[in-house]
């Protein structure tokens, strides 16, 4: 299994003589440092990403990981630098945990193994004895402290993964497991490991599959994909709505949605891309509201295999809009997810400073309108400037509060509008209510991969 979370693959280095000394402050014999930080995460003084904790030790995400699932296991009680510093009954226990992590690993990330990696003195580089857990893919292979840097929005999910594994390995926390009854991890789900890394394991039977066909919402024909999932159905399904026009259509998220065990429907709205009728803002809802209602229909579940009683709804931009209208409308709807969505209303009111309209016109509207038909630059502008309060993704936060609801917001786009969003649907009551910021373009250019597992991990925890 290879999660492909980094674009190099860093190769070990042969075993070679050092080149600079042994740094001063990790040779064996000198006194403990209390300001070294794996002290301070003790203290609380710094806050790592963590797994696990009890009364005696910390496990917690390495920033710099190996590989994805890098885990670290400290003492709190001790004050040991190294293993020939550490009392016996402390170190029992610690290697104790290591192998439950090491256990999780197997079964919450889908590793085809783990190492688990001690140093003293000669490359160790916080002199605070701690053990690695690094989980092992196979054809993945990085070395420990050749990582790339991560954000705790990314660190955050694996560490969940890793913590539900370990409870439920143990059903009660951890108690001590003989050596000899260390049982074979169950398969675990699909993870956004795999379903990034991974293809599928398929037989003859029932192989994934790239369906495309029409269904019709008041009175044209729309063009839609559907990448069903292997394996025998029913299975859940994603409904992803692109943007406006329509040029990024996020077809690498949809193809990762269906590697984690999820069909995905995708479609043209009326009057764009070849779909039948003439493009509206107001005609882009409906089309929403009757793609649901398709993947409802017979003729989804015997053709597709669709679950009618598991479908999400996602949407990127202005499908962002048409997914929150979408599950407003639709009560059996598992949840939402708007990706640095759009929100239409806002826009229009902005309209009242002509250089903001002058601004989206010349900069957005104008080189977006040749896949489209039936409309012009000023019909769309007039339906902007004068959009009702249903095109109003503020407004529409409450409606689907109640129900899981994650937002994904880019920094260099409409990351406002997301906070904004998240904090109107909380306070609205919504208690699934997830808000995830991402340093990017709106077009998530450099975040592709954080995208994906973000949304993955997001759909394999719904009901």
């Not at 690993?105 to 889908?110: K, M, P």
């Not at 439920?168 to 108690?175: E, F, L």
Request: some cysteine; charged content about 20%; overall charge negative.
């Amino acid at each position: 299994m290879i999660p492909l979370v980094a674009p190099l693959i860093a190769l070990c280095e042969p075993l070679s003589p050092p080149r600079v000394a042994t740094p001063d402050a990790v040779v064996l014999g000198k006194p403990y440092d209390p300001a070294n930080p794996f002290a301070k995460m003790v203290r609380g003084e710094e806050k790592p990403t963590i797994i696990y904790e009890d009364k005696t030790v910390l496990v917690f995400l390495d920033h710099k990981p190996a590989s994805p699932g890098h885990a670290l296991v400290i003492s709190k009680v001790s004050k040991a630098r190294n293993v020939l510093e550490m009392p016996d009954t402390v170190l029992i226990h610690l290697l104790h945990v290591a192998r439950q992590v090491g256990r999780a690993e197997i079964a919450g990330l889908g590793a085809d193994g783990f190492t688990i990696e001690q140093n003293n003195a000669y490359s160790q580089s916080v002199p605070h004895l701690h053990v690695h857990v690094i989980p092992r893919f196979l054809g993945y292979n990085r070395c420990v402290g050749n990582g790339l840097m991560e954000p705790d929005a990314v660190l955050a999910p694996i560490a969940a993964r890793i913590h539900d594994a370990m409870m439920a390995d143990s059903g009660k926390g951890m108690p001590a497991k003989p050596a000899d009854d260390v049982a074979a991890p169950a398969t675990p789900p699909p993870t956004w490991q795999n379903a990034i890394g991974i293809d599928p394991k398929t037989g003859d039977a029932n192989p994934p599959a790239m369906n495309a066909f029409q269904f019709a919402s008041h009175g044209s024909m729309l063009n839609a994909v559907l990448y069903s999932a292997a394996g025998p159905g029913p299975h859940p399904t994603l409904l992803l709505f692109h943007g406006f026009p329509g040029n990024e259509q996020n077809l690498d998220l949809a193809q990762a949605v269906r590697r984690a065990g999820w069909n995905v429907m995708t479609l043209h709205y009326r009057g764009s891309w070849g779909s039948q009728g003439s493009f509206s803002y107001a005609h882009v809802m409906e089309d929403g509201v009757a793609a649901i209602e398709y993947l409802r229909s017979p003729e989804a579940r015997a053709k597709y295999g669709v679950d009618p009683r598991r479908i999400a709804v996602a949407g990127h931009s202005m499908g962002g809009m048409t997914a929150a209208y979408t599950v407003a409308r639709d009560s059996a709807a598992l949840g939402t997810v708007l990706i640095d969505a759009w929100d239409i209303a806002a826009e229009g009111r902005s309209f009242t400073d002509p250089a903001a309209k002058k601004g989206f016109v010349e900069g957005e509207l104008r080189g977006d309108l040749p896949p489209l038909s039936g409309t012009s630059e000023s019909a769309l502008i007039s339906e902007i400037e004068h959009a009702p309060p249903a095109l109003d993704l503020i407004a529409t936060a409450p409606a689907i509060a109640p129900r899981p609801l994650l937002v994904i917001g880019a920094d260099k786009a409409l990351g406002p509008t997301a906070k904004a969003v998240a904090a109107a649907a909380q306070k609205a009551g919504g208690q699934k209510v997830t808000l995830v910021t991402m340093p990017t373009d709106h077009s998530f250019s450099d975040r592709r991969i954080q995208l994906e597992m973000t949304i993955i991990d997001w759909l394999n925890a719904l009901p």
